[in-house]
């Protein structure tokens, strides 16, 4: 019973993977692609307000920082500074949590939120969070998924004019699955560095009330380009597969 509802399953979704449009695709696309266009502007007006409140201890991002892995037990972590803007992340191959400038040097609630995110990577590191060591196995694959995916399908689709072998766009598919379920597995990364941010901005009292909501509402705002990111790798996919399957009825 439950093995034929399974290939049921199954068989609905190739169904409609099947008969899925390369305009309808595409359509997800142009969507999924405006939705990340509104996501990134509300990100940056939401970071320019709150750059804009200072931080009531009066601390900096790299204080700040230095403060949470202290409180953290994690040792053997450097904060120091990167240029550019919201170019701020973990690095475990250094051991560095690396802040841009404003948030290094900055003494606002944005500077504090992003700073504690960013250590909250490094927390997960040292605990060994799986969903963290997950992604870390992936990305030699991803690195090289990421570039040779979409050459892959070019070639496969020129194949598929000149022999009808669709083989060499399925691999490149393939690939492009991969890109896409490291996407999903950064989600629950990333939300829950910004749950152990906040978590310690408000066991540590440097932020609360208002503050406290400023930080929240701008770590939510950071996380959904990840979510925005994870939602264009699919709709990428299915355009990809809508074209193929296009070729394979003409």
Partial sequence: MFLNLLQASYEG??????????????????????????VQARLRSVVSKYSQ????????????????????????????????????????????????????????ITAAAIACHECGHAVQHAQGYA??????????????????ASWLIIIGLIMTASSGSQLMCWIGVGLMCVSALFSIITLPVEYNASDRALEWLQSSRLLVGEDLEGAKISLRWAARTYLVAALSAIASILYYVALINGRRRD
């Avoid at 899925?20 to 695709?25: I, R, Y």
């Avoid at 202290?70 to 690396?98: A, C, I, K, S, W």
């Avoid at 969903?131 to 991803?142: D, H, N, T």
């Fill in 13 to 38: 979704q190739s169904h409609i993977l099947s008969n899925l449009t390369t305009s309808e695709a595409f359509f997800m696309v142009i969507i999924v692609g405006i939705a990340g266009f509104i």
């Fill in 131 to 148: 969903p963290l060591q997950m992604r870390s196995a992936l990305v030699p694959l991803v690195n090289f998924s990421s570039q040779a």
């Fill in 53 to 108: 409140v200072p931080m009531p201890a009066g601390l900096t991002g790299a204080e700040i920082a230095e403060k949470m892995l202290r409180e953290n037990g994690v040792h053997g972590v450097t904060v120091t500074h990167t240029g550019g803007y919201l170019t701020d992340h973990f690095n475990p191959q250094t051991m560095t949590v690396n802040l841009s400038d404003d948030v290094y040097y900055g003494r606002s």
